[in-house]
């Protein structure tokens, strides 16, 4: 189903800029007590979009809640961790908690469904700006609309124009790291694996999806990927050089007409909110890929915006209540892991170190369960 445009009103309780998974969940959970919502979105559904698509379990309970049913997708469980260094030393562990591999393409898409069916409003265009003026906001879109809301959450990922608008500090900075995402067709690739393969300058991980694919989606330093330049060639001359990449993309057929990529994403700390902005998923702070978690974070952020919301009745009288209490359960909940995604990419992506610290989690095999449990949160239920 391509949805291009459906008419917003001009006035909402909230209003969401940015549709991926966290403004969606947001949407559908605010829905669900009867507030007012509308949601800009950019893109349209459904669409692939750059991810590991390693969806972490201690999401389940709360989609049943959203009303989010997998039952009709052929969603692999992933319960196996397969962890190579450059030179294809590997180490395998099994994922206590495990997750799903489920597409972009698929989840976007179903969290949409589940938002329009729970009565929000969508309109599909760019937001422009967003002002707060006299206790309300007004937002102005690329198509000529503009939208008043009591309140307005930020779920526009990592990087967007209204990061300028709103000079957020990272936004002026030049970022190291790019990203490639595409699904391949291979034939022997477990249903029940997450790979995690390093190289020279970054890390790629590979995962069974609904679609059949295995996805493949790596993280490299730009300075690594420019002396290469194309995306083929760095796969050959540097993925390649690990041993376990290199049977990969030997035995396996790209199914996209070309690889998705984005480059400028930034790790730096940011702020869960700004100008009155209640910042939720990537908006808030992007945890490094390595600790496959991103996307729980991004839906348990909009769950805790939403009861922070709620608590207050949607109030604007208590909008610093609010705030307040957002800021606190987010770091309650996400400072330790970004905390712990921070240094295992230090350590992952340094040879030597991570040449030690395989030998080291080889010799103690119940550390690297120990660490993956770090990055991940207990199972979210309302
Ligand atoms: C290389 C890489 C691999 C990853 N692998 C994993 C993984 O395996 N597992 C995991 O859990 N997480 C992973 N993540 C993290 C995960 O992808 C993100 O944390 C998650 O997508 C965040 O969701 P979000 O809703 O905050 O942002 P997004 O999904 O990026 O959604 C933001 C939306 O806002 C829209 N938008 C932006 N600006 C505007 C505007 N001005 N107006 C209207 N719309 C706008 C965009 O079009 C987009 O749809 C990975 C991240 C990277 C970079």
């Known amino acids: 189903m391509f949805i291009t445009y459906i008419q917003c009103m001009n006035s909402a309780d909230v209003v969401i800029l940015g549709g991926g998974l966290a403004g969606l969940v947001a949407g559908i959970h605010l829905l669900k007590s009867g507030a ?3 949601l800009i979105e950019k893109d349209s559904y459904p669409r692939h979009r750059v991810c590991g698509e390693y969806l ?61 069916k729970a009565g929000g409003k969508f309109m599909h265009t760019t937001a422009e700006n967003c002002n707060f003026q006299n206790d309300e906001f007004l937002v102005n879109c690329k198509n000529g609309h503009s939208l008043k809301a009591n309140f307005v959450i930020g779920a526009y990922g990592k990087r967007s124009n209204l990061d300028k608008n709103l000079d957020r500090g990272f936004i002026n900075k030049r970022s190291a790291w790019i990203a490639v995402k595409a699904h391949y067709d291979h034939q022997r690739f477990p249903d029940d694996l997450v790979a995690l393969h390093n190289f020279n300058g970054g890390y ?3 995962s069974k999806t609904d679609l059949g694919t295995v996805n493949v989606c790596y993280l490299a330093t730009y300075e690594s990927f420019q002396k290469h330049g194309k995306i083929k060639d760095f796969e050959h001359k540097v993925l390649s050089e690990n041993p376990y990449l290199n049977d990969f993309f030997r035995n396996s057929t790209l199914e996209f007409e070309k690889p998705l990529s984005i480059a400028q994403i930034s790790f730096d700390s940011k702020t869960q909110v700004e100008d009155h902005i209640l910042m939720i998923g990537d908006a808030a702070g992007l945890v490094h890929p390595l600790s496959g978690n991103g996307m729980a974070m991004a839906i348990r952020s909009a769950k805790l915006v939403s009861e922070a919301l709620l608590k207050f009745e949607l109030n604007p009288g208590y909008r610093t209540n609010i705030a307040s209490t957002y800021i606190k359960s987010w770091k309650q909940n996400f400072s330790s892991r970004m905390r712990t ?6 350590v992952l992506l340094h040879e030597r170190m991570s040449d030690i610290t395989q030998g080291i989690l080889q010799r103690v095999p119940g550390l690297l369960p120990k660490i993956i449990k770090k990055t991940h949160g207990k199972e979210m239920h309302v």
């Open 341 to 346: 995604g921070r240094i295992l990419q230090k």
């Open 204 to 206: 790629c991980g590979l």
């Open 36 to 38: 007012t919502v509308c």
């Open 56 to 116: 972490s379990n201690e999401v389940k309970p709360y989609l049943n809640f959203l009303g989010v049913d997998l039952q009709n997708t052929h969603v692999p469980e992933l319960s196996r961790l397969e962890f190579s260094t450059a030179k294809g030393n590997l180490l395998e562990c099994t994922l206590e908690l495990g997750g799903l591999g489920i597409s972009r393409y698929t989840l976007d898409h179903l969290f949409f469904q589940q938002f329009l």
